[in-house]
């Protein structure tokens, strides 16, 4: 994005939340000529300090990331470049399948994708985002917006310690949890849960899942042999289970991260929602008895030293905006996605890019429905596609034995031919989910938008 100099309508915009969602946008905003303030409710200490596992920087990420002044840097400099998946048979451990990042699938793909701890990230945006003079103030918990009725009036940010600020409008970065929901949900009379023109997903929905993620230091796991292994591997591996699949990988020098993704069984007490790391519960007995089938997985819980199990609890907004247009959400707050799945931070810088293109173009306030009907037309559409394809995935991987799971494994066995041929019917079926949802380009849709519908503004 070309930084705007003199644009004739200067909105100040408060960003809740700061982190990924929260500081791209607000890099994105100023490079858009806009003024703006982040709030965190978290102290700089809290993220300096998080233990959390790891980010997946999807191939598309990988490309939009060149808009981010340093990031291709931070990304050869502590990125663990993704080589690709190797699937195994949960319970036996054997190797299925594996999908490889060949020179013609990244060139399908358009890069590679990487694994980066969430912290490098973090720490990176914040950098930016202080070098370009965003003021960012921590231990801002907001709890109230008091928007204004047209949009060209002001509206009023309150904090839980009664603090105020004014702004022209609000952006929501705040998460899963995001106090904007409740403002959302609020205004509209019918289910808004249910998206107006959603295509019926052919696999069980995102709120029969559950996900756990676990941090394992690598000193520990170089201690015992039957894991040792794993840390010489450079491959997102994958234990595919009955109702239950486990994917991990080295995130940096010291953690391996894994997640586990589970079917719910009935109501489960230990799960929050969220990225709370202060709230963050380890799995309760009865969620390991659930899936304590597999032995391996097992040892591996007790070797971590952060575990913290996350229950779906998505809404499908049908809009991103409230009905004043004077909030709107990004990331995780706006996202019926998987949690811990493989394209939420993907998702989240996308807003961010598509939200400050379209407010770049901006010549009045007046104007600010007709940008956010863009945004909202755009991020539907493409959170939708991306939470289809993962439910898809959750499906292959999990299936139960049966005919279904022998067909699956007889497709992917294809894929360990000795000679490298593979047959190329295989690997485009193999391929093609990750190769479609891969080659969004946030950029060109932003643009094509503007050519169909910018000159009604
Ligand atoms: C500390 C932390 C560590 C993470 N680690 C990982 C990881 O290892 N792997 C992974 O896949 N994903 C991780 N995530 C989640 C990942 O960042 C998101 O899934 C994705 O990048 C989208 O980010 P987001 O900014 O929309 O949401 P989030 O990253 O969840 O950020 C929301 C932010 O809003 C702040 N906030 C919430 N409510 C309020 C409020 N009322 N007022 C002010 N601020 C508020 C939160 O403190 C948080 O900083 C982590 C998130 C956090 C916050």
């Given amino acids: 994005m070309t930084p705007k100099e003199n644009l004739s309508c200067v909105l100040t915009f408060v960003i809740v939340g700061g982190s990924i969602a929260g500081l791209s946008t607000a890099y994105f905003m100023t490079q858009s000529g806009h003024k703006v303030i982040i709030l965190e409710k978290q102290d700089k200490q809290y993220f300096l300090t998080q233990k959390s596992t790891g980010l997946r920087i999807s191939p598309n990420l990988t490309l ?7 990031m291709d ?11 690709g998946f190797a699937l195994h048979q949960g319970e036996t451990f054997e190797l299925i399948g594996q999908m490889i990042y060949s020179k013609n699938i990244i060139s399908d793909l358009g890069s590679i994708g990487y694994r980066i701890s969430y912290i490098d990230i973090w720490r990176h945006l914040y950098n930016l985002c202080a070098s370009h003079s ?7 918990e907001v709890d109230q917006v008091v928007c204004g009725v047209d949009s060209i009036d002001q509206t009023k940010v ?5 603090q105020e600020i004014d702004c022209d409008m609000v952006i929501a970065a705040d998460g899963h949890n995001s106090f904007a929901h409740r403002i959302i949900l609020s205004e509209s009379d019918d289910d808004v849960s249910i998206e107006d023109d959603v295509e019926i997903s052919h696999f069980p929905e995102l709120d029969n899942w559950n996900t756990c993620r676990l941090s394992i230091p690598t000193k520990v796991m170089q201690e015992d042999p039957d894991f040792s292994i ?26 391996y991260g894994l997640n586990i993704y589970y079917a719910k069984k009935g109501h489960s007490t230990s799960c929050n929602v969220g990225w709370d790391l202060q709230k963050c519960k380890p799995m309760s007995v009865e969620e390991i008895n659930s899936i304590k089938r597999e032995p ?3 040892k591996l819980l007790k ?3 952060f575990c913290s199990s996350t229950s779906q609890n998505p809404i499908k907004f049908s809009s991103y905006t409230d009905v004043t247009n004077h909030l709107v959400l990004v990331g995780d707050a706006a996202h019926a996605a998987l949690v811990n799945g493989f394209y939420n931070t993907s998702l989240a810088v996308e807003d961010a890019f598509v939200l400050g293109s379209l407010f770049s173009k901006i010549k009045s306030a007046r104007q600010i429905p007709h940008i956010l009907t863009g945004y909202n037309d755009l991020r539907k559409k493409r959170a939708k596609m991306i939470r289809n394809v993962e439910l898809g995935v959750m499906n292959m991987w999990t299936l139960a034995p049966g005919p279904q799971r022998d067909a699956r494994n007889q497709a992917l066995s294809q894929t360990l031919c000795v000679d490298d041929h593979v047959d190329d019917v295989v690997l485009a079926q193999l391929w093609h989910d990750h190769i479609s949802t891969c080659s969004y380009n946030a950029k060109d849709a932003v643009e094509e938008w503007w050519h169909n519908w910018g000159t009604f503004m």
């Fill in 158 to 162: 309150l904090s839980t310690l009664k």
């Fill in 134 to 140: 965003i003021e960012i103030m921590f231990g801002f």
């Fill in 230 to 255: 794993l840390l010489q591997s450079p491959w997102w591996m994958t234990w595919m289970c009955n109702g239950c699949a486990y994917a991990g990988g080295l995130e940096g020098i010291d953690q």
């Fill in 296 to 298: 391996c997985l097992q």
């Fill in 303 to 305: 070797l971590a030293n």
């Fill in 73 to 83: 840097g931070l990304l050869s400099k502590k990125g663990i470049p993704s080589t």
């Fill in 64 to 70: 939009l990331l060149h808009e981010i002044p340093g």
